[in-house]
């Protein structure tokens, strides 16, 4: 799977309801990302930066994260292809600091609200194999209008026949309905 197939987006249609996925990975090793050359998954490049935070050597830096602009151009460019494609729009990105609840790298929020600006309706973060938190951004806690998961976690649903993410859709967007 080269970088075009890769950034495909998959469509399922439910009961004349079309819900469209895209998935990016922020975190893990170069090696892992498609190319046109070279098989791997889409992506969103995320820059690290780290910076002394005073005059302790050795001490724990400062560190500051973003998405390569090119990246996350073409990411932003995937979503608005594919939101006439469909009624529900979800995008999910491997993404996150591992271990830590409260905190936030400061990509999670600027890749999550860019698909959210670019088209999405839900984003879904997963990686950091904790419950993180979720995020209103342009609509209300009842209407649900944008949602962002920043992380979550490892579930486990085996009995489940529809896919993980067509459950949040229905959690998250009460005006769509699936029936399993």
């Known amino acids: 799977m080269n970088i075009d197939e890769a950034r495909k987006p998959a469509i399922i249609e439910h009961e004349g309801t079309r819900f469209g996925f895209l998935s990016y990975n922020c975190v893990g ?3 892992q990302w498609a190319t046109k050359l070279k098989p791997g998954c889409a992506y969103v490049h995320i820059i690290s930066h780290y910076e002394m935070n005073g005059a302790n050597p050795g001490g724990p830096p400062d560190v500051y994260t973003f998405a390569e602009p090119h990246s996350l151009e073409a990411m932003e460019d995937d979503v608005k292809k594919l939101r006439s494609q469909c009624d529900v729009l979800v995008v999910a990105f491997h993404k996150g600091v591992l271990g830590f609840p409260d905190k936030l790298a400061m990509y999670d929020r600027q890749v999550s609200r860019a698909a959210i600006d670019a088209g999405a309706d839900l984003v879904l973060g997963h990686h950091a194999h904790i419950l ?5 951004y342009k609509g209300s806690l009842f209407s649900m209008d944008w949602v962002i998961s920043f992380s979550m976690w490892q579930l486990c649903l085996k009995s489940l026949e529809v896919p993980l993410a067509c459950l949040l859709v229905l959690l998250y967007l009460p005006n769509v309905l699936i029936q399993a």
Do not use: D, F, W, Y
């Open 29 to 31: 090793t170069m090696g």
């Open 132 to 136: 993180k938190g979720i995020e209103e």
